[in-house]
């Protein structure tokens, strides 16, 4: 059975960085595109970033371009998250995700 | 970017009822359309994949239906363990999620 676990999250104060972790396990990692979602308190999902099987290609919504980076390690089945420049808006629950298999998700909070 | 337009926000029906959620893309997005529930304190599941595919392990009254801009989620009977919010996803173009229908029991 395919899981993913994320790590790395916690408090953190505006205008500083964090980076986020997705360990995978029980599924060909390198076989699947891979996401970040994030969820606000009591918000709908909102998708961050995605990463090609190979790593080569990265996508953002303008919301976090230029400010997160998303990568992989395919010989470690661990997925990224580094995030710069963190503001209040980014706090929520962050998700990383590979079609079925869902991590419990990682809470982020960016407060002074 | 693809706008995803989910209706109804709320949704309240009875065991044994037919329940329907729809989904209108901005754009055409064929039929690369996810249905997603989330009960609370949970991470996503997916229940169909590609407008109409149904998830391995998802029931059978769970179907999904559309392509094009306009897509619908239906639960042929709910049941009191369906009470959730469902979520759709389109992945023709990166990612966009609807706004969520958050369905209850009567």
């Known amino acids: 059975e395919g899981q993913l676990v994320e790590s790395g999250g916690g408090l953190v104060e505006p205008g500083r960085s964090l980076k986020l972790s997705c360990a995978a396990s029980?599924?060909?990692?390198?076989?699947?595109?891979m996401d970040w979602v994030r969820q606000a308190p009591k918000k709908g999902l909102e998708w961050v970033a995605s990463?090609?099987?190979?790593?080569?290609?990265?996508y953002y919504p303008d919301s976090v371009k230029g400010r997160f980076t998303i990568s992989r390690d395919n010989a470690k089945s661990t997925l990224y998250l580094q995030m710069n420049s963190l503001r209040s808006e980014d706090t929520a629950t962050y998700y990383c995700?590979?079609?079925?298999?869902w991590g419990q998700g990682v809470m982020v909070t960016v407060s002074s | 970017d693809i706008q995803m337009t989910q209706s109804p926000s709320f949704l309240s029906a009875s065991v044994g009822d037919r329940v329907t959620i729809n989904c209108k893309a901005s754009?055409?997005?064929?039929?690369?359309l996810n249905w997603y529930q989330q009960k609370l304190g949970e991470a996503p599941k997916l229940l169909i994949y590609n407008a109409n595919s149904l998830q391995t392990g998802i029931p059978s009254r769970f179907s999904g239906s559309g392509s094009g801009t306009d897509f619908t989620l239906t639960i042929s009977s709910l049941q009191p363990e369906d009470v959730a919010t469902y979520f759709c996803?389109?992945?023709?173009?990166?990612?966009?999620f609807g706004a969520g229908t958050k369905l209850e029991l009567k």
């Open positions: 996803l389109q992945h023709n173009s990166w990612r966009t």
């Open positions: 029980g599924f060909t990692f390198s076989n699947y595109v």
């Open positions: 990463i090609s099987t190979g790593g080569g290609n990265t």
């Open positions: 995700a590979a079609h079925s298999y």
């Open positions: 754009q055409n997005i064929n039929r690369y």
